[in-house]
């Protein structure tokens, strides 16, 4: 993975389900495999000091992906009821639905989006802004996505332009 030479993985990952056996994200639907093998290299943390991504393992609810998938999705289908003319997020289980899978200090969203209920390596990536009616998508799995905006190849318009200001590293909860 790329990026761990960008960004060096703890040398004792928190909560990287490497001893668990993994869910899956509902029924026969498997996490994808540069996913597992972030939560397996880095666990429970931050990355620059800006972005969390969703984990299974963890009994933080902030960051736990089955209860923030829950609370996300409910929010937004909730933003699509109310305003249907302004939000018009495709949300799982839809065809190319948004499946919550991290977030910034910010407020903004990272989601997988779903193109393939059968073969979850082949889903890309999406953001939405804080507060905003617009997905940005990617066509990029979720760590090449974070490669691409740590090593600054990739400048979301959704993310501070300035973003990475820093050294990029990985703080543990």
Do not use: C
């Amino acid at each position: 993975m790329a990026l761990t030479a960008l960004m060096p993985p703890p040398r004792h990952p928190s909560e990287s389900g490497n001893s668990e056996t993994w869910p899956s994200i509902d029924g026969d639907l498997s996490f994808p495999d540069d996913y597992v093998a972030f939560i397996r290299s880095y666990g429970t943390g931050r990355i620059a000091d800006f972005i969390a991504i969703f984990n299974p393992f963890t009994a933080n609810e902030d960051i736990n992906f089955f209860k923030q998938k829950t609370l996300i999705l409910g929010d937004l289908e909730s933003l699509n009821q109310e305003d249907p003319d302004y939000f018009k997020y495709p949300l799982y289980p839809e065809e190319n639905g948004l499946l919550p899978i991290g977030l910034t200090d910010n407020g903004d969203y990272l989601f997988w989006t779903v193109s393939n209920t059968r073969d979850s390596n082949t889903w890309g990536t999406a953001i939405i802004a804080a507060r905003s009616p617009d997905v940005e998508y990617f066509d990029q799995n979720l760590t090449t996505l974070l490669f691409g905006i740590l090593a600054g190849t990739l400048k979301p318009q959704s993310l501070p332009g300035s973003f990475p200001d820093g050294e990029v590293g990985f703080t543990q909860f």
